[in-house]
Nanobody, 115 residues
Framework: EVQLVESGGGSVQAGGSLTLSCAAS????????IGWFRQAPGKEREGISC????????YYDDSVKGRFTISRDNANKKIHLQMNSLKPEDTAVYYC????????WGRGTQVTVSS
């Protein structure tokens, strides 16, 4: 059974930092590009970053480029998202999934950034 468990969210002031983690199980982690997605209140879920399984190539949406850093730990089947210089518009529930979004979604972790 596929399981994706996100953690590390919280409430911070603008300019602050958080590190999110995602623990994966139930599928061949090494074979998948893995990404972070977020869903803000009243908006659709959007992909913001992903990392390939092979050459480590990275993608960042323009909204987070230069502030967020994605990394993966294949040995422990985890990915992380270091988030710096947080803005109120980063407030959302954050999820991890395959970069195609094809796996079962976890519960996500709430990030709230106050101004």
């Amino acid at each position: 059974e596929v399981q994706l468990v996100e953690s590390g969210g919280g409430s911070v002031q603008a300019g602050g930092s958080l590190t999110l983690s995602c623990a994966a199980s139930g599928f061949r982690f090494d074979d998948y590009g893995i990404g972070w997605f977020r869903q803000a209140p009243g908006k659709e879920r959007e992909g913001i970053s992903c990392i390939s399984p092979f050459d480590g190539s990275l993608y960042y949406d323009d909204s987070v480029k230069g502030r967020f850093t994605i990394s993966r730990d294949n040995a422990n089947k985890k990915i992380h998202l270091q988030m710096n210089s947080l803005k109120p518009e980063d407030t959302a529930v954050y999820y991890c999934n395959a970069d195609t979004g094809e796996l079962s979604w976890g519960r996500g972790t709430q990030v709230t950034v106050s101004s």
